[in-house]
């Protein structure tokens, strides 16, 4: 059974993480950039040359792991449905600038 006290306070601990080239890189080519190797829209996600970081990028580098899994929350992770999810940029994410996690869709820049 869903414990929703439990839920209501659960509190994630802020993620700290800074952007390398090669983790902008991968995440780019993750999700289907530079199929086209010619497309240069697309290129300055995966090549070193003005690189610049995919704007969903944060969602995957705040994730606060796997908390559905505790017991303690009673969710059962067989049954779980992604239902939204929601991502404000303030700033195009810097490569080499660290960044915390404020709660698993959010980043504010140190």
């Known amino acids: ?3 929703v006290d439990y839920l209501r306070g659960l ?4 993620i700290e993480c800074t952007v390398t080239d090669k983790d902008a ?11 086209d190797p010619l497309n240069a829209e697309e290129l ?15 969602l995957i580098m705040a994730h606060p792991g796997p908390w559905t899994r505790d017991p303690r929350t009673g969710v059962n992770y067989l049954k779980l449905v992604h239902g939204s999810q ?3 940029s303030f700033a195009p ?5 660290k960044m915390i ?3 698993p869709v959010s980043y504010t820049h140190l």
Not at 25 to 34: D, K, N, P, R
Not at 44 to 58: A, D
Request: charged share 20%; net charge neutral.
């Open 1 to 3: 059974m869903l414990n």
């Open 93 to 97: 994410i810097e490569i080499g600038r």
């Open 101 to 103: 996690g404020i709660n």
């Open 11 to 14: 509190e994630l601990p802020p």
């Open 44 to 58: 300055r996600y995966t090549y070193e040359k003005n690189l610049v970081v995919f704007p969903t990028m944060p």
């Open 25 to 35: 890189m991968l995440y780019a080519l993750s999700i289907g950039m530079s199929v």
């Open 86 to 88: 929601r991502l404000e």
